[in-house]
């Protein structure tokens, strides 16, 4: 019967140029999430450091945010600054 929900299992064919073509897309979603999945260090600061160089409160920091005076990047939990932005902000353009 088919669409028999209460068999969960089946069997499925998969020609091995269909595996092949699979791998390779999983591979290169890989290689491109390894170049995205965290700032680079030298581009970015995190939050937390730059509210501490300019002696800014988290209320502030979240104003300003709001405000769209700088722009973040949020990476799991932590939010990131470009480097630009902070030049930019602490030489007061």
Do not use: W
């Amino acid at each position: 019967m088919h669409g028999d929900s209460s068999n969960p299992h089946q069997i499925v064919f998969v020609s091995n140029s269909v595996i092949d073509s699979l791998l390779r897309t999983q591979e290169q979603i890989l290689q491109k999430l390894d170049t995205i999945s965290t700032p680079k260090e030298e581009e970015y600061i995190t939050a937390l450091e730059f509210m501490q160089r300019t002696k800014m409160c988290r209320a502030t920091f979240d104003e300003k945010r709001s405000r769209n005076e700088f722009k973040v990047i949020k990476r799991g939990r932590k939010l990131y600054l470009h480097s630009s932005q902070v030049k930019a902000y602490i030489e007061g353009k």
